[in-house]
Antibody, heavy 117, light 108 residues
Framework: EVQLVQSGAEVKKPGESLNISCKGS????????IGWVRQMPGKGLEWMGI????????SYSPSFQGQVTMSVDKSSSTAYLQWGSLKASDTAIYYC??????????WGQGTLLTVSS | EIVLTQSPGTLSLSPGERATLSCRAS???????LAWYQHKPGQAPRLLIY???SRATGIPDRFSGSGSGTDFTLTISRLEPEDFAVYYC?????????FGQGTKVEIK
């Protein structure tokens, strides 16, 4: 069974750093892209960017370029989304999702991030 | 960047009724690379339609997609209780990929 399992909820303070993870199983991880999608409280889905698990080729939305970093660890079939310095406005649910053709056929369960002083 | 505008914002319907959701793009979506997703609170989004009109695996045939260019439609022929949710369109023909703002289908 194809699964994407994300790391658990996080509560952080402004200025702190963070990695959240997304572990793929049940498929050939390196043959797919992993996309990241943000959902702010009460809002819709926002496309953040994608990373190819085979060679770490990345494409960021202009809205998120420079704000986050996407990476993968092929050895553990895990993708990561990283922040160097969190802001209160980063409070959201973050989803990872798998794609090989542009649309997302499998999604992680989401990671809730709360940033508050 | 392609902006997707979904309408209406909210659709209030009863079970058994037909739902018609619209997704309009600010410029032509190449290759009809448009997908529809269903999203319920506390759950991951679920792929319904890709390529504007192809149903994803396991999606009931009451869901259908149509359209090309800048105008796309998701139709739910007869609403079941489990269909009340938020629906998003997404284009993947150009970068950055973008989502519409969503249409909420609620019980009347």
């Amino acid at each position: 069974e194809v699964q994407l399992v994300q790391s658990g909820a996080e509560v952080k303070k402004p200025g702190e750093s963070l990695n959240i993870s997304c572990k793929g199983s049940g498929y050939s991880f390196t043959n797919y892209w992993i996309g990241w999608v943000r959902q702010m409280p009460g809002k819709g889905l926002e496309w953040m960017g994608i990373i190819y698990a085979g060679d770490s080729d990345t494409s960021y939305s202009p809205s998120f370029q420079g704000q986050v970093t996407m990476s993968v660890d092929k050895s553990s079939s895990t993708a990561y989304l990283q922040w160097g310095s969190l802001k209160a406005s980063d409070t959201a649910i973050y989803y990872c999702a798998r794609t090989d053709s542009g649309y997302y056929d499998k999604w992680g369960q989401g990671t809730l991030l709360t940033v508050s002083s | 960047e392609i902006v997707l505008t979904q309408s209406p914002g909210t659709l209030s319907l009863s079970p058994g009724e037909r739902a018609t959701l619209s997704c309009r793009a600010s410029q032509s979506v190449s290759g009809s690379y448009l997908a529809w997703y269903q999203h319920k609170p506390g759950q991951a989004p679920r792929l319904l339609i890709y390529g504007a009109s192809s149903r994803a695996t396991g999606i009931p045939d009451r869901f259908s997609g149509s359209g090309s260019g800048t105008d796309f439609t998701l139709t739910i022929s007869r609403l079941e209780p489990e269909d009340f949710a938020v629906y998003y369109c997404q284009q993947y023909g150009s970068s950055p990929r973008t989502f519409g703002q969503g249409t909420k289908v609620e019980i009347k």
